[in-house]
């Protein structure tokens, strides 16, 4: 017998084949099972998706008194949830915002979009108020005097380094180890562990980013706050379950009978409306994303401009490279016993003499996922990745201005640490990138020479100077809620399939019919959605209850998605305007399945997820910012179709 713990997450990838491989009963314990196409534990186990063998509801043991319930404060920051908008800053503010976004040309960004937030911009106070907002509301022990042990879920380590630097700056009455980082960067990070899961030590207020998500039993733990976006419903069940364990007498004398969920990124609003949430595709490594880009390289140097002496030689240093790697390929490994038709046909140099499109696309899904780590530093690999991807933009003839400022951004860096000797012995190539239009002038060759001499220096740049912009525009609390938990709450769960399945088996009604067709909505058509769902199917309140602040029609299209013609329609104008090449083509398809099957577009930030990544990022793809705005119109045409007129 094989047994698999935490099943919905250790039965994939490179794992399941230890599954496939041996012949025995299996069997798999977990909270959260999956049941999307490509993750789907109960397909695994032969099971019919939703219906485990055993299954013991989290209402259920809330109920028996083994585990507590919860409480969530959902609390809208606006830069959290609507981005940085120029317009918007006070005049001292806007000083600082040009100073810091415009490029050399003077250009200027309208705006800052809210997925940046806690990943490359830093707002000092939009942190503050989130700290504020815990330390105000949280739940406290000792007669007031003490916050509950509190679990803070951060976005990286810098996210968790900037929280901790401001609550030291807000709160600096406290003992040093009141708020400790809890992360893989951080030393003797179980020894802190150890301590946060006693009550009698510190720290009282864990900044964590992964560790503490699954996996930790705390009892003690009265606050769970979410300051990033999980996408995963399992996940986000797994991270609830942190403080769902029970307490004698920690409050007070009294048992803990509550714990809070600060939610200042609008996740339970985003499980409303998206019951089984958006899983994230497989994550690309860093060798396998280098292996593919450098294909892509090959792919295009075939081409009749690039067969100067000079590209021909990098040409073959490439496919020498490429040719090394598969061939490096461990042929015994299960995983690459079942490539090895494909591995077979690139053994030699001369296999990439001639390839297709098609050709790349078929090593990119059976060869680049098995390549082998190199065992470079990993700043040296990221700098690789950065050059190779401005080369393919060059030999795509698009542009990488952003990738460009990177390399200036880095070179600047490096500068201040002259008195390092190998960073003193490339002074004239630093000085350079930094002083004048080397890179504009820079040919493929030129960037080969920047990246070979300076990435083995990347790693002397401290990495929170890498790339971040700390800023301090004063953010506004827009909203703050508290809810019940409703995990008892069968008449929702009710009212919920009550919808669901009226409306895919109406969708001839005029006003459903409009949505799925992409017609905009009537205010006659907005009162028809209200008699439906707010008096046939049940209230007002359950709605409220169920969705939150979802608008009719952006639910109903949700359910009943968008008509394959409709979206043809939409986006029809945009493709025969347009010029695409073939890596543009496949994002549009990538926009136009999501739509399809999703209604609408609401979050961007999926942009910058696979599969819409899988040919390169939106600035690789679309050097004409003119042509992803026109595509984003489109986009927002059709989600305006889903409201009111």
């Given amino acids: 017998m094989t047994q698999a713990d935490e099943a919905h997450r250790s039965i994939y990838n490179k794992y399941k084949d230890i599954f496939t491989y041996f012949d025995a009963l299996l069997v798999g314990l977990t909270a959260t099972p999956k049941d999307e196409i490509d993750k789907n534990t109960y397909g695994i186990f032969d099971l019919e998706s939703g219906v485990p063998t055993y299954g013991y509801e989290l209402s259920q043991a809330v109920q028996d008194g083994y585990l507590v319930d919860f409480v969530s404060i959902e609390t809208e920051l606006k830069f959290m949830s609507k981005g940085i908008t120029y317009e918007d800053l006070s005049p001292e503010e806007q000083e600082e915002y040009e100073s810091t976004f415009a490029d050399e040309d003077g250009n200027l960004p309208a705006s800052i979009d809210s997925s940046a937030l806690n990943e490359w911009i830093f707002n000092n106070d939009t942190i503050k108020k989130a700290l504020h907002i815990l330390m105000q509301h949280g739940q406290r022990v000792e007669f007031g005097e003490k916050i509950g042990k509190t679990i803070i879920f951060a976005k990286n380590h810098n996210h968790a380094e900037k929280i901790l630097e401001v609550w030291n700056r807000e709160f600096p009455n406290y003992s040093n180890h009141y708020v400790r980082v809890i992360d893989n960067y951080t030393n003797y990070a179980q020894s802190i562990i150890d301590d946060f899961s006693d009550k009698n030590k510190m720290p009282q207020i864990a900044i964590s980013v992964d560790m503490l998500d699954t996996g930790i039993d705390v009892p003690e733990i009265l606050n769970l706050v979410f300051f990033k976006k999980v996408m995963s419903r399992a996940k986000f069940w797994q991270m609830i379950g942190r403080g769902t364990r029970t307490c004698e007498g920690l409050i007070d004398g009294g048992d803990k009978r ?78 690459v016993k079942q490539h090895l038709r494909m591995i077979d046909k690139y053994q030699s140099e001369d296999d990439f003499d001639t390839l297709t499109y098609e050709n790349t696309l078929q090593i990119a899904e059976h060869i680049a996922p098995l390549v082998l780590p190199t065992g470079d530093d990993i700043s040296a690999a990221r700098f690789d990745m950065l050059v190779y991807q401005i080369e393919l933009a060059m030999l795509s003839e698009k542009s990488c201005k952003r990738a460009k400022n990177d390399v200036v951004h880095k070179a600047t860096e490096l500068s201040k640490y002259g008195t390092i000797q190998v960073i003193a012995q490339q002074q004239e190539l630093i000085e350079q990138i930094i002083h004048n239009d080397y890179l504009d002038r820079a040919g493929i060759s030129d960037y080969e020479d920047i990246r070979l001499k300076l990435r083995d220096l990347i790693k002397f740049i401290p990495e929170r100077d890498r790339v971040r912009y700390d800023t301090d525009f004063t953010d506004d609390v827009l909203s703050m809620e508290w809810k019940e938990s409703q995990l008892n709450n069968d008449d929702l769960a009710n009212y919920k399939k009550k919808v669901n399945y009226y409306i895919l088996q109406h969708q001839d009604i005029p006003a459903i019919a409009k949505l799925k067709g992409n017609q905009p909505l009537t205010s006659e058509d907005i009162r028809s959605l209200e008699r439906i769902l707010w008096n046939e199917l049940g209230t007002k309140e359950q709605y409220d209850a169920q969705y939150g602040k979802a608008p009719l029609g952006e639910l109903v299209r949700s359910i009943v998605g968008l008509s394959q013609k409709a979206a043809n329609e939409a986006f029809s104008r945009f493709l025969n305007d347009a010029e695409l090449d073939s890596r543009q083509m496949y994002f549009v398809r990538q926009v136009v399945n999501y739509i399809v099957k999703n209604g609408m577009m609401k979050d961007l930030s999926v942009l910058q997820e696979s599969p819409f990544t899988d040919m390169g990022s939106i600035s690789e793809l679309f050097g004409d910012v003119a042509m992803f705005i026109n595509l984003r119109t489109v986009i927002e045409g059709i989600n305006r179709n889903a409201q009111a007129a």
């Fill in 258 to 335: 509550l714990f809070y969920i600060f939610d200042l990124c609008r996740n339970f609003e985003f499980f409303r409306l998206h019951v089984k949430g958006r899983e994230a595709g497989t994550v690309s490594t860093l060798q396998e994303r280098m292996f593919n880009i450098k294909l892509e390289m090959v792919y295009k140097l075939q081409e009749l401009p690039y067969q100067t002496e000079a590209l021909k030689a990098y040409r073959r240093e490439l496919v020498q490279d490429l040719a090394a790697q598969i061939k490096a390929l461990p042929r015994d490994n299960f995983a």
